[in-house]
């Protein structure tokens, strides 16, 4: 086996945030549920920030920020995201490349736009979104590099993406192709929605294709159906090399076939704004689990990073993970 050209390649969907402040009265005008999310099509995404104040645009997508990651602690990233050939598509590939991390899945020149999520922050610090998924829906199997998932030596599957057919297969496809060149294949779950939508095909992911697994409590409970954490998360690991379950303030728990680690949580001043905690937590673990480093460990970069992001608003790190390398 050729040793790894990339630490990390991740697979899913590329969104660019546009956050910008906004009044209570705004959202009431636009008929918004304050501090929720809603889905919404291009029309109305085009609306929306249209009527916007000034904005602050940030790539973003949950595997995209698990990538902005690795690559904040020095380790190598790519990331597999589709995009349209417009001024957001522009601005993502060059807020990932900018960080160091290899883009270049070509732009689809026609259909829908470039994927985006407007967040409007109001004056008590609350974030409402509104997400526009756009081109990134469009990525299938064409998509997939054969020589990019070879050259990786972990592949990271983000669940969001998990909706479409041709994702599904585009993620089968990754997943063969990655064990064919004797690489590993992770997976975010993402969202216990998405479990309870796909719960028999994750299953299926999980037991045939899947080496690491990602999830929160919610996310493990819902694909095992049943209550109990620990239970679920030991379950799973009959069937994985790895998996790790985020719990919030409690910490996370990595099971492989040497037993259970708990690590606990990051110790932090305040909580500003969760989004991002979980993708930042993968990031921790990725990193790690590409240096050989003992699981302890890198659970232990994990729930360091994910702190990191919970301090301020936005995913993307704002500190200098490497910091975190030598505590």
Do not use: W
Request: proline fraction near 3%.
């Amino acid at each position: 086996m050729q040793p790894a050209r990339y630490d990390v390649l991740a697979i899913g969907n590329a969104i660019v945030d546009v956050i910008a402040h906004a009044s209570d009265d705004f959202l009431a005008e636009e008929g918004m549920a304050k501090g929720g999310m809603a889905l919404i099509d291009e029309s109305s995404a085009e609306r929306i920030y249209g009527a916007m104040g000034p904005g602050m645009e940030i790539s973003g997508g949950s595997g995209g920020n698990t990538i902005a990651g690795v690559a904040a602690f020095g380790g190598s990233g790519a990331f597999i995201g589709k995009v349209r050939d417009d001024a957001l598509g522009d601005i993502y590939r060059h807020d990932l490349r900018a960080i160091g991390v290899a883009f270049d899945t070509p732009a689809t020149t026609a259909g829908a736009a470039t994927a985006r999520c407007l967040v409007l922050v109001t004056p008590d610090a609350e974030r409402t979104m509104n997400t526009f998924l756009g081109a990134c829906t469009g990525l299938d199997e064409g998509d997939i590099d054969e020589t990019l998932v070879a050259s990786a030596g972990i592949i990271y599957l983000e669940g969001y993406l998990f909706d479409q057919p041709p994702a599904k297969a585009a993620f089968r496809k990754a997943a063969s192709l990655a064990h064919a060149a004797g690489r590993k294949v992770a997976l975010t779950m993402s969202d216990s929605f998405c479990v309870h939508r796909h719960k028999d095909e994750f299953l299926e992911l999980v037991e045939s294709h899947v080496d690491i697994l990602f999830a929160n409590e919610d996310e493990i409970r819902a694909l095992y159906g049943i209550d109990d954490t620990l239970e679920a998360a030991k379950i799973a690991a009959q069937h994985v090399d790895l998996v790790t379950v985020t719990r919030g303030p409690a910490g996370a728990l990595l099971i492989d076939a040497n037993g259970l680690v708990d690590v606990p949580a990051s110790q932090v001043n305040a909580v500003v704004d969760t989004t991002g905690a979980g993708d930042l937590y993968a990031a921790g673990v990725l990193y790690g689990l590409s240096r050989g480093l003992p699981l302890a460990e890198c659970g232990r970069l994990g729930c360091a990073a994910a702190g990191e992001a919970i301090g301020h608003f936005g995913a993307r790190p704002q500190a200098d993970l490497k910091a975190f390398l030598a505590d």
